[in-house]
């Protein structure tokens, strides 16, 4: 049966009605409209629904949205300022970090919460944290790339 | 897929959650992290008319560290003990394998009370469990009752824990100064589950011979488990080069591991040679 659940994504407040096995990462799509985080496999190997949860980052499709309620969540969404690409975005496009786009959103977030962090991870970490998103087409290199520059960048500002 | 319907409790207490489980009747599942449970349901492997989510029963996620050992509470998450300063003394190996525990996001919400509950023979946790004589902590209607973690798994995914029991607690016993040990797992991709893992430690005497050396196999097996033969080898020895081989052949004659789609049994014999072999090394 359908509850009431309120959610707080990017800052806003989302009041759904959802049934208690909706995934976050259902709720954020169906529910809430927020299409720019996408399912891939939908049972925790991908990555691709990754969000972040005050200040974590975690899979959306392994999180019901019940258990989401009084939480800050961000998505991809959240990320831009208006006009003004994330320097993370900006960074993507800029080392032709993705192709199809479709794990991006994903990548994003897992980046965002990684080079955000008060110790940037070094190489060796941002391998093994990187290495638990799947991107099929861009062999990962040009990933690594950017969030490194990003992770520069934001230091710098 | 999408999971299947079921209902939604968040109980306050334990006493709720024991009295939810027994009115249940085998209808409902535990949910900690999820991170396991998620992806069962998910394949429909799993269709609990009930969830019981242990979030707010306090006092479930604390690490103590007393004269006595490490006491993990059963909410306790990979990335609590991953990021634990004073653990990093009080149980080098508990923290060392966290490396290896699943991927980044999973780990900020897998817990240890989920994954021996859960009991996958490929998870790293319940082989630590096995090898480092772990004491888990259940309650139930008729209260807590201690199990040794080398008498808790019953085979792949399934424990000796009761219907209506809640494990609340898992104590490590405490880490002797100067205790040796080593970890090693193969892997396809870092964090995905183990093909074959090993985890030992053992302590020396003024004469740098072996005493009471624990080695425990992860993943190559259908649960985790003590392998008592390559302990014998080198218990009451010297390691060289020699006696580190004469026990990694000890170790991957004793094991008995399935053939399945990730690997085949002689291969998963030949990678315990090689753990067993690397983690004496590193030892």
């Known amino acids: 049966m359908k509850q009431p659940i309120t959610l707080q994504v990017n800052q806003n407040t989302y009041d759904i009605e959802a049934e208690p096995r909706r995934t976050l990462a259902d709720a954020l799509r169906e529910d809430c409209g927020l299409t720019g985080t996408h399912l891939g496999c939908e049972h925790g190997v991908c990555g691709a629904c990754t969000v972040i949860v005050d200040g974590d980052p975690m899979r959306a499709c392994l999180m019901f949205a019940v258990q989401a309620e009084g939480r800050a969540i961000r998505t991809v ?81 | 897929m999408k999971l299947p319907p079921l209902d939604y409790a968040l109980p306050r207490s334990l006493d709720e959650a024991i009295a939810l489980l027994s009115e249940s009747e085998g209808q409902a599942k535990l949910l900690a992290g999820g991170q396991s449970l998620m992806p069962t349901l998910a394949f429909r492997l799993a269709t609990p008319a009930l969830l019981i989510d ?47 525990v699943a991927h980044y996001q999973i780990r900020n919400r897998g817990t240890v009370g989920g994954s021996l509950a859960h009991a996958d023979p490929a998870a790293e946790w319940p082989g630590l469990c096995v090898t480092c004589d772990a004491i888990i902590e259940v309650i139930g209607p008729a209260g807590s009752r201690l199990i040794e973690a080398g008498a808790f798994f019953s085979g792949p995914l399934s424990t000796h824990l009761a219907e209506a029991e809640i494990i609340t607690s ?17 892997s ?41 033969a390559a302990e014998q080898a080198i218990s009451g020895q010297v390691l060289d080069d020699v006696l580190i081989e004469a ?37």
């Open chain 2, 170 to 186: 898992i104590t490590l016993p405490a880490w002797p100064r100067g205790r040796r040990w080593g970890f090693q797992e193969f």
């Open chain 2, 188 to 228: 396809r991709r870092r964090g995905d589950f183990a093909l074959a893992g090993i985890a030992l430690h053992y302590d020396t005497d003024a004469a740098g011979r072996v005493l009471d050396p624990h080695i425990g196999v992860i993943g190559a097996c259908h649960s985790p488990h003590r392998l008592r």
């Open chain 1, 77 to 157: 969404e959240g990320l831009a300022a208006g006009a003004t690409l994330h320097p993370l975005q900006q960074a993507f496009i800029d080392h032709h970090a993705l192709q199809c786009g479709f794990c991006t959103a994903g990548f994003l977030m897992l980046a965002t919460s990684l080079i955000e962090r008060a110790d940037p991870p070094d190489d060796q970490e941002l391998l093994d944290a990187l290495s638990s998103n799947l991107c099929r087409c861009t062999g990962y290199k040009n990933i690594v790339n950017a969030v490194r520059a990003a992770s520069v960048a934001l230091r710098q500002r």
């Open chain 2, 54 to 100: 242990l979030a707010a029963i306090p006092g479930l996620d604390r690490i103590e560290i007393t004269a006595a050992g490490v006491r993990l509470g059963a909410r306790v998450r990979w990335v609590d003990i991953e990021q634990s300063e004073p653990l990093r003394t009080a149980h080098p190996l508990l923290v060392a394998a966290m490396a290896h």
């Open chain 2, 247 to 283: 026990c990694a052949q000890a170790g991957s004659a004793e094991v008995d591991p399935p053939t399945d789609l990730h690997g085949s049994a002689r291969y998963r014999r030949a990678l315990v040679h090689a753990m067993l072999s690397r983690a004496l090394q590193q030892a």
